[in-house]
């Protein structure tokens, strides 16, 4: 089992920046990558960013591109998400997760409680 808790969210003004940050633990060996998700209420869930572990690569879906950027430390277990440019409608409950290599994007094998990211215009 994986256990993710997250934290960094907070309210922010349109043009700011913000720090997401996500400790895994647990059987952290199993992850082959790690993202992270984004919920608004009534709406889809959106996929921004995805690290894949063994070659260190990205993947960044182009609502995100260029503003976010995703990155992992293997020693601390930890993935953060650097968001730059913040935009309201970047608004939303931001989840990390984790998925084995197995499982196939955009699915994911285990997640965080998720945190809150207001962008005020």
């Known amino acids: 089992q994986v256990t993710l808790v997250e934290s960094g969210g907070g309210l922010v003004q349109a043009g700011d920046s913000l720090l997401l940050t996500c400790v895994f633990s647990g059987d952290t060996w199993r992850l082959a990558h790690m993202g992270w998700v984004r919920q608004v209420p009534g709406q889809e869930r959106e996929f921004l960013a995805d690290f894949r572990r063994d070659r260190r690569t990205t993947y960044y879906e182009d609502v995100v591109k260029g503003r976010f950027t995703i990155s992992w430390d293997n020693d601390r277990t930890t993935l953060y998400l650097q968001m730059n440019s913040l935009k309201p409608e970047d608004t939303g409950v931001y989840y990390c997760?984790?998925?084995?290599?197995?499982?196939?994007?955009?699915?994911?094998?285990?997640w965080g409680q998720g945190t809150q990211v207001t962008v005020s215009s």
């Open positions: 997760t984790g998925r084995q290599d197995s499982t196939s994007w955009p699915n994911y094998d285990y």
